[in-house]
């Protein structure tokens, strides 16, 4: 088991140096908290969550110090700086850490793959739904054209709605799917708040959607009868997570690639090859593989069953008979 000790104490003694309430008080008890849920889900087995509160935390951290210009001697920065010494090796080491956020997360789950506090790496995507009754595009073939993306954006917006803040949500306020986290990267370096998230038109959310969550992570690369499952599935649980569950179908059914979560031509090669030869068994693979993610959740954490009934609903719409 990881070893927190050292780190929270560290950021207790930065709550204990700063002004209660003040702004550097909030970003570290934010941090705190972050460290906290990843012990709770670490000292539960579920590594992958622990991972990512991991990667919140040193990503507050960070945060703080860019944005604290007091005296570097104070005894604040010192225990922050502290803390992110203690935590940086470990999330080094963990091979879960994930890059991309997914725009709107898993109910009840924490928000990222890999924190995106202030912004994150790269810019990532979500996914589409192909709307009921409409002809599926050819296994492999051309990308699909202009009018096919915005049909697909369509369809997430129609899915995820407007305005949402529900209190159990650990994803926080949401409008057309989008949560602050993701807008504020997007907007960055310019603040966000709830007004901003309640207030979002709905052309900057499909701008949001196409350049974050469709070319960013290349899915529009990818045969484009897996497309509108893959865009789901990035949505849900972030691009980087969604491309590993293709590649390790990929590895499967006998087209060897790396698992790394990104799109090179090697995956792009094995994708057009799987495609080619499973057909509509592709599909139906990525979404049992996807039925196992959402069970493997369920079991490292028995308060997220709550919400499986409607995850495997989500999962097997996309199944091709």
Known sequence: MIDFTDAMNNLSDAMMAAEPNSPEWI??????????????AESEAAFVLASRSIADAVAR????????????????LGHINAALNDLTPIAQSVNALLSGEPASPLPGSPLTNKASFPSPD??????????AGAAVP????ELPDDSNVEQMIDDILRREGGFVNHLSDRGGPTNFGITMRTLA???????????????????EAREIYRSNYFSGPKLDKLP???QPLMFDMSINHGPASAIKLLQQVLNDSGQPCDIDGGIGDETLRCAKGASTAMGKALINA????????????????????????????????????
């Open 27 to 40: 970003k570290a008890k934010a941090a705190l908290r972050a460290l906290d849920e990843a012990q709770l």
């Open 61 to 76: 951290l960070t945060a703080i110090i860019a944005g604290v210009t007091p005296d570097p001697a104070s005894a604040f």
């Open 122 to 131: 790269l810019p990532i995507m979500p996914p589409v739904k192909q709307k």
């Open 138 to 141: 050819a296994l492999v073939g």
């Open 185 to 203: 990267s997007w907007r960055s370096p310019a603040p966000v708040d709830l007004s901003h998230v309640r207030n979002l038109k709905i052309d």
């Open 224 to 226: 484009t009868a897996i």
């Open 286 to 321: 990525l979404v049992a593989r996807r039925v196992h993610l959402y069970r493997q959740i369920v079991a490292g954490d028995e308060s997220q069953r709550v919400f499986l009934a409607g995850w495997l609903n989500r999962a097997n719409e996309f199944a091709a008979a």
